[in-house]
């Protein structure tokens, strides 16, 4: 297969493994660190609403959900494309940045974990996955 062809589904596979990723571990969230009493995470109307309530162990999930999905993406990404890994890789994991952002824009979360979040979750995690299959 062209090397081109192999990269480009590389990084469209990738991001699609990963956003699953990220969503398993979104849906499994609640029953592995419930949400404060009486906050509605199941709309998004019900998180903007319910936010102020969460503690800092709350957004644990989101950030595992966030860097393991950036995480498997770029590994994904990596394991098929022909060349360019590296770059594959943090431009994957740039995809997921510009969706964390996103969510940053649409939920008042706190700034601490807005700021660990972008930081952390993305561009670390997708070097990291092109390291790990570099050996």
Do not use: Q
Not at 5 to 11: A, H, K
Not at 16 to 23: D, E, F, H
Not at 31 to 53: C, N
Request: aromatic share 8%; with cysteine; hydrophobic share 60%.
């Amino acid at each position: 297969m062209n090397s081109v062809i192999r990269n480009i589904l590389g990084v469209l596979i990738g991001i699609i493994g990963g956003s699953a990723v990220n969503m398993a571990i979104i849906n499994i969230s609640g029953a592995i660190i419930p949400p404060p009493p009486g906050a509605d995470i199941t709309t998004e109307e019900g998180l903007k609403a319910s936010i102020h309530l969460f503690e800092p162990i709350n957004f644990l999930m989101p950030f595992l959900a966030h860097a393991l999905g950036t995480f498997f993406g770029a590994l994904i990404c990596v394991i098929i494309a022909a060349s360019h890994h590296l770059k594959l890789a943090l431009g994957t994991g740039a995809v997921f940045m510009v969706g964390g952002i996103m969510m940053v824009m649409m939920l008042p979360s706190p700034l601490w974990f807005d700021v660990v979040d972008i930081v952390g979750a993305y561009l670390p995690m997708a070097y990291l996955a092109a390291r790990v299959m570099r050996n």
